[in-house]
């Protein structure tokens, strides 16, 4: 990993030269839940100017990294990563409270997060995410298999957005997958039993005999449902 990133920034910094002010690492890679093989390497780049020419000149340390299998560096100045704070909140309260500076400035030292409109998108994120988990169970084929890796797709970003709820809702913010999974059981008084289970196996812990995939998936979605709610409930009426 250590390598992919020191050469991704060389590539970055022969490139843009002065134009880069920041490499920034975000995601599991900056959280200890990094798994080689499973996850991601997602980078935030800070640049001095974002015309056509600039980012022209990103094109290929960009297409490097793709084609490394990592997703395609965010590109930003700092002007337009202020800017929209309030439309990522989520996304960019997650990279300010977990983050490792690459090159370059740290610019979410000091970076403000509108709280408020923190909690209009966890809202509306999460029952977007359920209302898209049922879609995908409605037109799937009614397969184990198919069952089984709607689960396992779904379940990093349930895991973020239970942590964000819980962040919303005035709690301290889960470390870990795990950890936001617990705190929303807890919550929303839901049974966590379907993503304890679905975490272990797309982390390796556990195997696929045994585990009864369609009461599996009923308990997932139960899950989902009572925590969408008690969000909603919650976030109308002030957090507790």
Sequence with gaps: MEALLTELTER???AAGANLKSVVLYGSAATGEFQSGHSDLNVLCIIASSGSDELEELHDPCEWWVRKGHPTPRIFTLDEL???ADI???????IKERHRVVFGDDVFANFEIPLHLHRLQ????????????????????????????????SI?????????????????PPASKRDAI???AKFAGA??????????????KGGKSGLDVEATLHAY???????????DRTFEGGTR
Aim: hydrophobic share 50%; charged share 25%; proline share 4%.
């Design 191 to 204: 049974d966590p039993s379907a993503f304890r289970s679905i975490l272990d196996l797309k982390e390796g």
């Design 122 to 153: 966890v809202e509306r994120e999460l029952r977007i995410a359920w209302l898209r988990l049922r879609e995908a169970i409605l037109l799937a084929p009614p397969k184990k298999k198919t069952h089984l890796d709607i689960m396992t797709a």
């Design 12 to 14: 970055l910094k022969n």
């Design 82 to 84: 202020h800017r929209s």
């Design 221 to 231: 979605l139960e899950f989902v449902q009572v925590a969408a709610n008690e969000v």
């Design 88 to 94: 990522f909140s989520i996304e960019l309260l997650d």
């Design 156 to 172: 990093s970003s349930f895991c973020v957005l239970f942590r964000h709820a819980i962040i919303g809702a005035g709690l301290p």
């Design 182 to 184: 617990e705190a929303m």
